[in-house]
């Protein structure tokens, strides 16, 4: 089955700087990335997507790139606030059918240094 | 328009005991898929669900069980409940089956088994 790997498991990061996490995944059909933001006493919240016909997606300050031959995905939050502060979490599917759901990694805890 | 909605909130049962965990998905959404959450083993896939069929399962045993509704409401099983047991539990649903479709999660079930 599919094995994912993210790093670091915690990152911190002065506000207002750039914060990059990696993922990598062993499954070469994986073809959906979707990357969830956890806050303390809440379900995960889907922040972006990407799908392996895409290398980068953006939306405002945040965006995730895919390397499909290297099989790595990232999550890049620009201009970081106090309000980015929270676990991140990296998934992989493939979603052309098969017994698993989302196979997510060990997540990021992300803190922002005011 | 509504998120998922997850009952009860927390719970505590005794070992041996079975629990019964509830999922209304968001409003048109047809698919509910079941992870669990624990600090050791990250988010784990147990099951999802579409048109009252249950499509796909992870790796876990036959004391996890689940079912779906006509209105795609969903419920989660346990039965004969070990200390390993205790986790929170996140439904997650989305609008058709199968993970090419964005997932959104519930706030979650806080199990205790002591």
Known sequence: GENVEQH????SVQEGDSAVIKCTYSDSASNYFPWYKQELGKGPQLIIDIRSNVGEKKDQRIAVTLNKTAKHFSLHITETQPEDSAVYFCAAVYS????????????THLIIQP | KAGVTQTPRYLIKTRGQQVTLSCSPISGHRSVSWYQQTPGQGLQFL???????????????????????????SEMNVSTLELGDSALYLCASSLGQGKAYEQYFGPGTRLTVT
Do not use: I, M, V, W
């Not at chain 1, 052309?96 to 997540?107: E, M, R, V, Y």
């Not at chain 2, 796909?56 to 036959?62: I, M, S, T, V």
């Open chain 1, 8 to 11: 670091p498991s915690t990152l």
């Open chain 1, 96 to 107: 052309g059918g098969g017994a698993d759901g989302l196979t997510f990694g060990k997540g």
């Open chain 2, 47 to 73: 099951f999802e669900y579409f048109s009252e069929t249950q499509r796909n399962k992870g790796n876990f045993p036959g004391r996890f069980s689940g079912r779906q509704f006509s209105n795609s409401r």
